[in-house]
């Protein structure tokens, strides 16, 4: 069983959603990171496994997810809970890293409208991509938030951004350690309806991401 990291902060209308879409397989365990809506009890109800995070962030909530899922199957996924991935694409994630293609899967985001992905938010993203490239030489387009990788081999790299930095510590960390890093088209949609992004839904909410992020390609 395949566990799926679900960072979640007041996503219980995307949860009702998403949850019942999760592919055989797979296993939901949303970190849940202080939600005020109800989102660990919906998750609940649905079959998900939750787990408390009562550190604040994003990296805080997916390393708390990553400890708790079950290492026995080995390879685990993150997705954002908000609606915006399809859980059917989730094998298009996962299985390159359990054949042993690569050792991070990244899932390169493919806007279905423009309003997915707000153009603040896209042209962050994109800044941010060409600097990962030229520092680290990984052939990425995209920091996404759906990635598939061994556990075992993620604790390893001991990462320890617990904010919005943490996706871009995770790729310039498996760069320094040699990992093949791939990426694979995955479609984008809309967030569920009563839900916003604390990213890319406000501009304040991306350029504290850029912060965060920035602090960690200076380091």
């Known amino acids: 069983m395949t566990d799926v990291v679900l960072p979640c902060l007041n996503e219980a209308p995307a949860l009702e959603w998403l949850l019942p879409r999760i592919p055989d397989g797979y296993r939901a365990v949303v970190a849940d990171n202080g939600s005020t809506d109800g989102s660990a009890e919906v998750a609940r109800r649905l079959g998900a496994g939750v787990v408390s995070v009562p550190q604040p962030g994003y ?53 279905v409208t423009r309003r997915a992905w707000p153009p603040h938010a896209r042209l962050a993203n994109a800044y941010l991509s060409r ?10 387009h995209d920091i996404g938030p759906m990635r598939a990788f061994r556990r075992d081999d993620l604790l390893a790299l001991d990462l320890r951004d617990r904010r919005f930095g943490y996706p871009l510590e995770l790729m310039i960390a498996a760069a320094r350690a040699g990992w093949s890093v791939a990426e694979v088209d995955v479609a984008y949609h809309p967030r ?28």
């Not at 390393?63 to 390879?75: I, N, Q, R, S, Y």
């Not at 991935?85 to 996962?94: Q, S």
């Not at 604390?198 to 200076?218: E, F, H, N, P, Y």
């Open 59 to 111: 990296g805080a909530a997916v390393h708390a997810g990553l400890v708790a899922a079950d290492p026995a199957d080995g390879v685990v996924c993150v997705m954002d809970a908000d609606g915006s991935f399809d859980p059917a694409e989730l094998p298009r994630v996962a299985d390159p890293v359990r054949a042993g293609t690569v050792r991070l899967m990244v899932g390169r985001r493919r806007p």
């Open 131 to 140: 600097r990962l490239r030229r520092t680290t030489g990984l052939p990425v």
């Open 192 to 219: 569920s309806a009563g839900t916003r992004s604390k990213v890319t839904g406000t501009v304040r909410g991306t350029a504290r991401a850029i912060r965060d992020m920035s602090a960690v390609l200076a380091r």
